[in-house]
């Protein structure tokens, strides 16, 4: 359908269909704005696919728009309204009211999806409001995700902070519990240029606040353009009170760092857009990619590039270590319960990336994993492919033959493990661990973050026990392990126990991907090692060598 003539149909649809804006109860001042002019600019934003995009496009309307604090009506003894007020936003009622615009399919479909956005699971009431920037991102995991440290490119950091409890002893917000999360920010005095590179337009960021109770301070998008990186936010401050651009970097002059969280691209074709059938999300998706990375043609493919996380980046004092376990989910594979009893026994925390036949395999045993809080599950891949863009291949196994292959073997995958589980994965490692560079950037900017490895634990299953017992004794500090849950016919438990039982009475501790900053280059002090051809540490074996292997 022609463009001009979808917006007209959109438009026409709502003015006939005489359906009042919000219902009885609600609070609504629509500003400036008739409902026309408002339906208007959601019909128009149906024309680009791409959702930060269309962000940009919704909130450049916002420009001008007073800011308004204290609108939200509600409170511990007080009964929640939902509240569309146009005429005035502060930080937070601007994000809620962009992203429902952003997600809904007319004007009569807006305040049902601003109950989905404020509230959790669209409840309208004091309890169950967002009050916390985090929130966006604890739920609604197949919408939005949490891609700080992938923007931030190996410069993100970690905290736990206890949301509502101030340092004080004293709640922030009176009626709403305490709440144990992990925050990811990116210090303001390490964004350089590669980091503004990586924002996207249409990114929700939140100024991260080192004050106890709270994650951020303030929130805004970004929008790019002739000034560079901007962002758009709703100014408190006396020079300005309105919504206004201004230059990112400057406003974070002083400031801990940011917070950065992005709209699924496979999202967008769920939410305010129907549900249209795989093939044609998937062709959209691929499009929307395509117009950015298409003509980049890869020089590179290996498991070692830039941008593919190796090691963790804490002081080489705190002996901290990762252990990562596949399960490939190919045609022969089981599990290792020997090995995961051991590790729950010994509370030795760990990093399962999980391919998608895997879990359809084991469905019942992933569910355990997933609700042990010892390991955390991250994303393997749907199909267990090498990451390409042009279908290069590696241990005799094809990678993805295009963008949209690449994007369905990260996301479909992803999206399973965020609704069996509730958390959306942030790694991710392909099958093989091979990529090329274009791909990198793409799986970067679908929000995850890449995991490499620094220890080749059991060379795809095929070290023998003592050979597993070998490569682990030269265990460094922020070394991160590779090794497999899914084979219990070879020797990769007999191994890893005693392996990893002398590395627990040496003093190392570990730690999972998602709580530990990490790295793509060595930390100070990293010792490589001489290379052994039987002891793949610290180095990247050769093809030839793995072949010889036969690595699964």
Not at 377 to 383: D, K, M, S, V, Y
Not at 495 to 516: D, H, N, S, Y
Request: net charge neutral; with cysteine; charged share 25%.
């Amino acid at each position: 359908m022609n463009l001009k003539r979808l917006t007209s149909t959109l438009l026409i649809f709502y003015l006939i269909s005489g359906a009042a804006l919000g219902a009885d109860g609600d609070v609504v001042d629509l500003g400036r704005w008739s409902e026309t002019e408002l339906a208007r600019i959601i019909a128009t934003a149906h024309r680009n696919n791409d959702p930060g995009d269309r962000i940009a496009a919704i909130s450049g309307h916002f420009l001008g728009t007073p800011y308004a604090a204290d609108t939200l009506v509600g409170g511990p003894q007080t009964t929640e309204q939902l509240v569309i007020d146009l005429a005035g936003v502060d930080c937070f009622t601007f994000l809620d009211e962009v992203e429902a615009l952003r997600r809904a399919s007319n004007l009569a479909d807006f305040p049902e999806q601003l109950k989905q956005v404020r509230y959790r699971g669209g409840q309208v009431t004091y309890e169950n409001r967002r009050h916390f920037f985090s929130d966006w991102v604890a739920a609604d995991v197949d919408v939005i995700g949490d891609v700080t440290a992938a923007v931030g490119r190996g410069r993100a950091r970690v905290v736990v902070k206890q949301l509502n409890l101030k340092a004080d002893g004293t709640y922030g917000l009176q009626g709403i519990p305490v709440t144990r999360r992990e925050i990811t920010y990116i210090p303001a005095t390490e964004i350089d240029g590669n980091v503004l590179a990586a924002l996207r337009p249409g990114d929700y960021v939140g100024i991260y606040t080192d004050q106890p109770g709270f994650d951020v301070s303030h929130v805004g998008l970004i929008v790019k353009g002739k000034d560079g990186v901007m962002l758009r936010h709703a100014s408190s401050l006396d020079s300005a009170r309105r919504v206004v651009d201004v230059d990112l970097l400057g406003y974070l002059r002083g400031k801990p760092g940011l917070v950065v969280y992005r709209v699924r691209i496979s999202s967008n074709l769920l939410y305010g857009c129907g549900e249209p059938p795989a093939t044609a999300g998937e062709s959209d998706v691929a499009a929307t990619l395509t117009r950015e990375f298409g003509a980049e043609q890869p020089k590179l493919w290996a498991e070692n590039l830039p941008g593919i996380m190796r090691y963790l980046d804490y002081p080489s004092g705190d002996r901290k270590i990762a252990l990562t376990l596949d399960a490939c989910g190919s045609k022969h594979d089981g599990y290792d319960w020997e090995l995961i009893d051991f590790l729950i026994a010994e509370r030795i925390p760990a990093t399962l990336f999980v391919n998608a036949r895997w879990i359809d395999k084991n469905p019942q045993v992933f569910k355990a994993l997933a609700d042990n809080p010892l390991f955390d599950i991250q994303n393997h891949g749907q199909n267990h492919l090498p990451a390409s863009v042009n279908g290069r291949s590696v241990y005799g196994i094809k990678g993805t033959a295009n963008i949209g292959e690449l994007v369905a073997e990260v996301d479909a995958n992803g999206l399973k493990i965020a609704r069996l589980t509730g958390a959306a994965p942030t790694w991710f490692r392909s099958g093989t661990a091979y990529y090329d560079e274009v791909a990198v950037r793409i799986i970067h900017h679908l929000g995850q973050k890449i995991a490499g490895f620094s220890v080749l634990g059991d060379a795809g299953t095929t070290y023998t026990a003592v050979q597993i017992e070998r490569t682990l004794a030269l265990v460094q500090p922020n070394d991160i392990i590779i090794a497999h849950m899914n084979h219990p016919d070879h020797e990769t438990a007999e191994g890893l126990i005693p392996a990893l039982t002398k590395l627990k009475a040496r003093g190392f501790t570990f730690v999972t991907l998602r709580e530990a900053p990490t790295r793509d280059t060595p930390p100070a002090g990293y010792r490589h090692l001489k290379r052994d051809p039987s002891l793949d540490i610290n180095v990247y074996p050769l093809g030839s060598e793995m072949r010889q292997r036969g690595r699964r």
